[in-house]
């Protein structure tokens, strides 16, 4: 299914960022012995930081859905030859249909997941230890590249035809909406966006 996974791995030199910007390679790398296995979520319920829908989280995540929204697979293109698993000068990854995981290694060796598919997007997701202070700051650290090089993958969007595999928010939408029914109910979620890592 993953082609791009078989090609040669290699490293290639990004271009050049507006100053203060990080690279990808700077914000986390790929994880040899991986972050054990688990369960891992995009969000989980901690003191101080207990409802989905006021957490310091959603607006990150937010705000990375809406950076990466157009040029998800140039976004995903980038974060795969971060980690060497595609070829240097690979431009674009279509998103697959089932999700792919890669296990990784923030700045800090904090090690989390990342995980793409075409009906939920580019996410991250964390063990339930992480505290809200990391989970953010890695949240962060992405939306910052993604608005630092947004411009530039729009212009090579804008430069191939469309591959006609657009990424649906529909998912992201609904489990917003599900949350604050949740806790409308009196029943706040405990956990968003879930996977069960087994390494």
Not at 63 to 91: M, N, P, Q, T
Not at 145 to 156: I, K, N, T, W, Y
Request: some cysteine.
């Amino acid at each position: 299914m993953f082609e791009w996974l078989r090609k040669s791995r290699r490293t290639a030199e990004p271009p050049a960022l507006p100053v203060g910007s990080e690279r990808l390679s700077e914000l986390f790398r790929i994880s040899a012995e991986g972050p054990g296995p688990g369960h891992y979520g995009m969000w989980f319920s901690s003191p101080g930081d207990e409802a989905f829908s006021a957490s310091s989280t959603l607006a990150c995540i937010d705000r990375i859905y809406e950076a990466v929204s157009g040029v998800e697979e140039f976004a995903l293109a980038e974060i795969l030859r971060c980690l060497g698993a595609i070829d240097g000068d690979a431009k674009r990854v279509p998103l697959p249909e089932e999700s792919a995981v890669f296990p990784v290694v923030g700045k800090q060796g904090e090690r989390f997941l990342v995980s793409a598919s075409k009906e939920k997007g580019i996410r991250f997701h964390f063990p339930r230890a992480t505290t809200a202070a990391i989970r953010t700051a890695v949240l962060n650290a992405f939306g910052n590249h993604l608005e630092a090089r947004r411009v530039e993958l729009q212009e090579s969007a804008s430069r191939l035809q469309p591959s006609g595999s657009d990424i649906d928010t529909e998912w992201w939408s609904s489990m917003k909406q599900v949350a604050r029914g949740l806790e409308e109910k009196g029943e706040p979620l405990r956990s968003m966006g879930t996977i069960v890592y087994d390494s």
